[in-house]
């Protein structure tokens, strides 16, 4: 087993010569490949149940899932710090499951940062390529390259606790990165700062990534973050893989209620009666030819808010009154009252039309292209 | 190194400035006379006048009725170094030296036998861990002196331990474990083992596990793991031990009166025998000095050991 990924570590070790010279030539990271990877930690207590996954080497790839889904152990079992109860881990197509944290060629980015605090930022970076025992010289040419490429090369000098939460996660990443690992793994790196440096770091993630052609896992519960940053998702709960796609597919077209929920949908009805022309919903019949489902889903942005008396009635328009209002600057939300207890809420781009206040009566028309079916 | 203390010690005061900054005002200056005096009081009557008429006592001459009198001598240190009136003779050196062996010896017992045992408490479940910190320290409410005679019993001929160890051809028949330096070793380990445990159950607690987690996904395997990841960590509580331990058992005088015989004697012990049944105070106060000395010594090598070892741990020395 050890034999195997050795060869494939120098195997990619050796592909470009240049590598380092030039970081952004960009070389492609690793492939990850999971067969029915189980953990149970008690009796009781299953953290994953059979997942089955494929990761390209290159990719962005996002575990997106709500706390003690498992996505955090999913991600463990990858560095090899926790075992899989049952199932094969491959990386760069070769096995790695009985190969221990610290011999196969894969890096974290922990949340809590993890940094040494005995160390200065300089030693932090270094330490990997010290206990490859790598020379001293070139260990301390690629700290700081890599230190300058994450720009932080005037913290070299720092004592850990000198640094802020921002800059932490800055030392975490370039300790990581420094070793040029097949897969980067990154655990909820971000959910300890606050929102702008949040947003910053998740660009620059994102553009590093890229440069580096290097495969990344991250792990979050942050659906925002997610679409933002990733080129594939997969939603887990419960320890299984609910849905796998590019952001897009996720939030336009959810496979199950659980996805809906969890990329931020509110407008979910349940299916009365289903045929060819239509549906039925507690609100009134959707016209159009939609996937047999037993949930429907309309995107609020798809749907259009006009005043009660400038449409006529007709097929998948509704009339409601608005409930609430919420100014979010380039949309208004609306949520709007469709009678016997059910809400539905639509966005309005902010295009200098007057915006309805609570109370009026409205017709909403909903657009066939942004409702979507699915079973729960 | 120093430069970024210097910034450490500038970012306090700022911080210190900008929180209260009346604090520092000079009309405050009696008030805190007025807090601190009493600690200052008693540390200049019972800490700095003693040391300092032990000092002195140190260098002068011994009396006839070992009563310290003038002139100011180095008698008692020439003594003590073994040089008396039938010639030089080593045995006060073999005193001191045995002094720091069994002080180390059984100050690195009690870290080996003790952080295993702290790791665990942290790692027993929750409702658990008063229970077993309770029976670390329950013996410590027992005298010392009692708890040596109880070692007395167990360790002495023809107990089932002795008879164990003699039938083990560790010791000749007939023999005990008791009276000797084993038997002093064992009475210091037993006795200190609650100084080492409590502060090392209090930086397990703490313990940042994912730090471990980063240092083998770092390529460091389990030994480099425990040397860059954990020993770091534990190092403040290591060192706080220590200090507790080693200087109260260099200092020892109950444990190997009882248990260590005649040969086994401590430098607290010969001390002691100066002021009391020898009568000769300059020699016992120049034995003190000595200790203390080498007390002091031993604190300056642990803190450059903690300064090397880690960045922190100066906290405790």
Known sequence: ?376 | MPRTQDARTQGAFATRASESPKRREPSHFGHLMAVISPGVIWIVVFLVLPSAYLMTIAFMTNGTYGLPRMPLTLEAFKELAGFGFLGWSPGNLYTLIRSIWQTVLSTSLVIVMAYPIAYYITRAPARMRPLMLLAVVVPSWTNQVIRAIGWMNILSPGSPVSDLAASMGLIPAQMGLFPSKFAVVVGLVYNFMPFMVLPLYAVFEKLDYAQIDAARDLRAGPIRTFIHAVLPQTLPGLLAGTVLVSIPAFGMYVIPELLGGGKSMMLGNLVARQFAAASNWPLGAAGALIMIIATLLGLLVLRRMGKKLGGDSQVVL
């Not at chain 1, 980015?109 to 790598?134: C, P, T, W």
């Not at chain 1, 850990?160 to 420094?178: E, F, K």
């Not at chain 1, 007057?354 to 909903?366: L, N, Q, Y």
């Open chain 1, 1 to 376: 087993m050890t034999g195997q990924s050795t060869a494939t570590a120098s195997a990619v070790a050796a592909e470009p010569t240049t590598q380092h010279q030039d970081q952004a030539s960009g070389r492609s990271g690793s492939s990850i490949e999971l067969h029915g990877v189980t953990k149970q930690f008690a009796a009781d207590s299953i953290a994953l149940r059979g997942i089955n996954l494929k990761i390209s080497g290159g990719e962005f790839f996002t575990l997106l899932g709500p706390s003690g889904c498992g996505k955090t152990t999913l991600l463990r079992i990858i560095a090899g710090l926790e075992n899989a109860s049952d199932g094969e881990v491959e990386i760069g197509g070769a096995s790695v499951t009985d190969v221990p944290a610290h011999k196969r060629n894969v890096n974290t980015v922990f949340q809590s940062y993890a940094l040494f605090n005995h160390l200065d930022v300089r030693e932090n970076i270094g330490f990997g390529l010290k206990m490859r025992g790598m020379d001293k010289a070139e260990i301390s040419k690629r700290v700081t390259e890599t230190a300058e490429f994450i720009k932080i090369g005037n913290l070299l000098g720092r004592r850990v606790d000198q640094l802020s939460g921002g800059q932490r996660q800055r030392v975490a990443l370039a300790r990581a990165l420094v070793n040029e690992p097949d897969v980067l793994l990154l655990d909820e790196p971000l959910s300890a700062l606050d929102a702008g440096l949040r947003s910053e770091l998740q660009l620059e993630l994102s553009r590093i990534q890229r440069r580096l052609g290097m495969t990344f896992i991250f792990v979050t519960h942050d659906q925002q973050e997610a679409m933002v940053m990733s080129d594939r998702v997969a939603v887990l709960n419960d320890g299984r893989i609910q849905q796998v796609g590019p952001p897009q597919q996720l939030y336009e077209h959810p496979e199950n209620l659980f996805v809906a929920r969890f990329m931020g949908h509110q407008n979910l009805y349940e299916v009365r009666q289903q045929d060819e022309s239509g549906l039925d919903t507690c609100f009134g019949r959707l016209v159009g030819e939609f996937e047999r489902g037993t949930h429907v889903l309309i995107r609020p942005e798809t749907m259009t808010v006009v005043r009660e008396d400038d449409v006529n009635a007709g097929p998948n328009v509704f009339a409601a009154v608005v409930r609430e209002r919420v100014y979010r600057g380039h949309v208004a939300e609306y949520t709007l009252d469709l009678g016997n207890d059910t809400e539905i809420v639509a966005t309005c781009n902010n295009v200098g039309e007057p915006m309805f206040d609570v109370g009026t009566r409205v017709a909403v028309k909903v657009q066939t292209s942004g409702v979507v079916t699915f079973h729960a």
